[in-house]
């Protein structure tokens, strides 16, 4: 790619907090009043309609931008992203051009910005690992003896993913209670922090992928919110693994910022306690330096870095395939709960309150996991000098459990 | 429905020991020389082109035959469902119409019956569930707490169902060795008899389903073998579950036998140890009386009934739903391994040698696990006087692992 411009001709786009500089061009799925849900790319306060782009011939993407979702676009593969966001970013610089089709993004509504084909969710940070095996089996039984050497994940539910802004209904379960199960509705609620990763190409049955090429498959990245009730997870999770107490809602944030524009950011994560089977060593850190969060009622909560993590997206990816399981576009994959070791980085409620023994305070009231009303939001952004590469909002609001 | 014919005009239709008479008619998806993959019905030795059914306008199912999948069809509901299965019993009736568009089975190549949109295992045969604790866990901990309360279920890879026939390679994975971990091929390659129930109906995100709502969301069934690798297993599985040992492959029979098909053999299932929860009640049994069993290289190994569960698929999707999971259209749920109580009921190698320890033979070779190069068969069927509902095959054969 040609030299990267530093400032865009749409003015809010090179504010320095602002998430979506032209650096970033993270791609999503937006309608309005007018148009039905199609691809867009946002830029500062703006998308740029990218269907109406294809359609005045200022690109080509073989019509996959009118679709309600970015699987097509992503089918067309790395070569078809690359080429894209370097015409995007010739349209969007400071002497770009000023009839590229825009919407503002004030008025946009936001949709799930891929067809979700499955979902499998990860577990790779060991200061999340460690303190929630604590909480769940002691000190002694915490990290899995396998925890170092694989990147342990789980089948998760596709159906359940939502984007950020959707309500987000507390779960009904069964749950132990102290004279035989009860069923009842999930009285601790709690939040995962964590970034989701976009597989943007297709595997075959049998066939492996390396690290490298792993790498080479993923689109881009989203915050995602991995909603737990942690008492129907205590109950149900063995043998098996988490199940119904994962499967009330996952939130993403709708938009996807690419590979292309971490790679600035990239990182080296948390230190290797043995060192990894060579199918999953990988030649170059698979991290990024990437600030992450979440609010409570717009309150600051946990904070920490996505470089804490133990196993990459693409380490993930290639152990994912390791049985020959095939993967395809749109899959998604959750790093699992991103947690610093401290108490104040932790991604999850049940860590930050130690399993609810110590409650935190949030705007002067007391909370040990979530209650009805309160509004999660998660945060991430990679900062660069002068510009940050930012994935917008990522929010849900908890409903009552419909009993 | 009027009342039900016993016998065809397609003659191999009438036998007794067929698994397609006319009390059956199960859906699947099939190609020729000719023709494109499109849906089909079973009856006797011969296809039903439901495509070309539609196109010389014999019956009317909105063009959702001239698909490669069911799930369009499905997707019309439960009135479709039974006004085709009538309109089908009428034309292949003893007078019925013998111009209806056949294709010889034996000229035709069978497909994936559904796009599976997701899928998810269960657990459900507490013989089955008490014979692998004991291995995994011990007797003390084989049974977990939570077992006779609730369908134990875990998120399964949609990915990797395949139709029977498919070659399976044997896979390579991460096992525990004496100094650490090992990059190995499976060497405890082993099956799982199933049934897979086949939804076909949605449901929304924070709705939950009854158990009598759940029994009329189900189309089908299908016979399925969950291949799996218990040394893969066994260093992965905690605290998450299964996930690269269950994701080689899993093979499903080509034909969906509906409920309708099934509803003369209605049965209740294992004995109950304590009342369960409200939710999961049911008014009348969910089971079905049915044999079902596997071979080994063509050898009668396991054999058992479907009624042996403990809980039932409706009894499975309701408490699928119980967190507000949406389930949709060709979602498949597998029962868990169905196995009796004696050993040569087993559905699995695992609990059929005891871990390994107890050779069985077969052909006069002995065998703990899989070989390269065995095939697996799975059969099914209820008895009727004079016909049986059947699934026909479902198999797989083993190919070295590719390392």
């Given at each position: ?70 699987n097509?676009?992503i089918a ?38 891929i067809?979700v084909t499955e979902f499998t ?75 989701g990763a976009i597989v943007g190409a297709d595997s ?5 992928v390396?690290?490298?090429?792993a790498?080479q498959m993923i689109f881009g ?92 997206s693409a380490?993930q990816l290639?152990?994912h395939t390791?049985?020959?399981?095939p993967m395809r576009v749109g899959d998604l994959l ?70």
């Open positions: 790619m040609a030299k990267q411009p530093r400032r865009s001709w749409i003015a809010a786009a090179n504010k320095e907090d602002c998430d979506f500089p032209i650096q970033n061009l993270p791609f999503g799925v937006f309608s309005t009043a007018d148009s039905a849900p199609r691809c867009g790319v946002a830029i500062g306060d703006m998308i740029v309609d990218l269907a109406e782009c294809e359609a005045r011939g200022l690109l080509d993407a073989k019509g996959s931008f009118a679709r309600p979702h970015l097509d676009f067309l593969g790395r070569p078809a992203w690359d080429r894209i966001r370097e015409r995007l970013t010739e349209l969007l610089a400071e002497d770009g051009n000023q009839d590229t089709p825009l919407v503002a993004m004030a008025d946009a509504t936001l949709h799930l910005p067809r969710d990860f577990y790779a940070s060991k200061n999340h690992a460690f303190n929630v095996g604590v909480l769940f089996r002691g000190p002694e039984n915490a990290l899995p003896a396998q925890w170092t050497h694989m990147p342990i994940g789980y089948n998760g539910r596709a159906s359940s993913v939502v984007v950020s802004g959707t309500d987000i209904r507390r779960p009904m379960g069964q749950v132990k209670g102290d004279d035989g199960p009860v069923w009842t509705a999930c009285k601790r609620l709690d939040l995962e922090l964590e970034l075959n049955l049998g066939e492996r390396s690290v490298e090429q790498e990245y989203v915050l995602l919110n991995d909603w737990s009730a942690r008492d129907i997870q205590a109950w149900e999770y063995q043998p098996l693994g988490p199940f119904q107490s994962k499967a009330l809602g996952t939130t993403i944030s709708p938009w996807v910022v690419t590979q292309a524009a971490l790679e600035p950011f990239r990182s080296a994560g948390a230190e290797r306690v043995n060192p990894l089977l060579p199918y999953l060593q990988e030649e170059r850190p698979g991290f990024y330096d990437m600030t992450v969060g979440w609010t409570m009622n717009g309150q600051r909560m946990g904070h920490t870095n996505y470089n804490v993590m133990y196993f990459s380490q290639a152990h390791g049985s020959g399981c959750g790093s699992g709960t991103i947690s610093g070791p401290e108490i104040n980085e932790t991604g999850a409620l049940l860590e930050m309150t130690q399993g609810g023994k110590n409650p935190v305070t949030v705007n002067g009231e007391s909370r040990t996991f979530i209650q009805d009303g309160d509004e999660i939001g998660l945060y991430g952004y990679a900062q660069g000098s002068g510009y940050r590469i930012g994935f917008g909002p990522c929010t849900g609001t908890v409903l009552p459990a419909s009993e």
